[in-house]
């Protein structure tokens, strides 16, 4: 039997860009295919990565989740997302009913803000007061301990949550750029 999703929109679609899914049975089986694809995630994580590019409604995505758990395809455990093997089934037979450039977008969303994640949990970054404006302090570390601590002034709040940001994005940059400067 073919389905097809793709005309019937019973979703709010409020924050939706165009692309995105406006169908409750597509939203549920990209959560099962990207919970089968990525193991174990947070709900806030997930409902954040089909938000990024607007994949999803929130409140749908939210929905979705809480049905999927209902209906025994996905458990959550510890504040962790899992897909059952139900769910995986659904996931593997119902893949192509979400459109590849959805499923490929969500994927990599995922995928960036897991690495963000990560990257924020591997190197401290303090926002710090300071007369007239903030320090941001930077630590790097691996394994060993930690290699760099790096304390720098932003002239305000928003300065010093965009040098955060910037550090987050690539730390190893950051790290072999000012460790180059100095052997230079």
């Not at 139900?86 to 996931?91: I, P, V």
């Not at 994927?107 to 990560?118: E, K, V």
């Not at 002239?155 to 100095?182: K, M």
């Given at each position: ?103 490929e977008t969500a994927t990599a969303d995922l995928l960036y803000l897991q690495t963000q994640q990560r990257r924020a ?35 305000d709040q928003a300065q010093a949550e965009r040098l955060r940001d910037n550090f987050l994005r690539d730390p190893s ?5 000012v460790v180059a400067s100095l052997f230079i």
């Amino acid at each position: 039997m073919d389905m097809d999703f793709t005309n019937s929109y019973d979703a709010f679609d409020a924050g939706v860009s165009p692309g995105g899914l406006r169908n409750t049975t597509q939203i549920k089986i990209l959560i099962n295919v990207l919970l089968r694809n990525s193991g174990q995630l947070p709900q806030s994580l997930l409902t954040e990565a089909l938000g990024l590019h607007g994949l999803v409604n929130y409140f749908e995505a939210v929905q979705a989740i809480d049905d999927l758990r209902e209906s025994g395809n996905l458990v959550a455990a510890e504040g962790q997302l899992s897909v059952t093997p139900k769910g995986t089934l659904s996931a593997d037979e119902l893949q192509g009913e979400v459109p590849r450039s959805v499923l490929e977008t969500a994927t990599a969303d995922l995928l960036y803000l897991q690495t963000q994640q990560r990257r924020a949990q591997e190197n401290a970054v303090e926002i710090l007061p300071a007369e007239n404006g903030c320090y941001v302090q930077i630590r790097v570390a691996d394994q060993a301990g930690t290699l760099m601590t790096l304390k720098l002034y932003a002239a305000d709040q928003a300065q010093a949550e965009r040098l955060r940001d910037n550090f987050l994005r690539d730390p190893s940059h950051v790290y072999a750029t000012v460790v180059a400067s100095l052997f230079i």
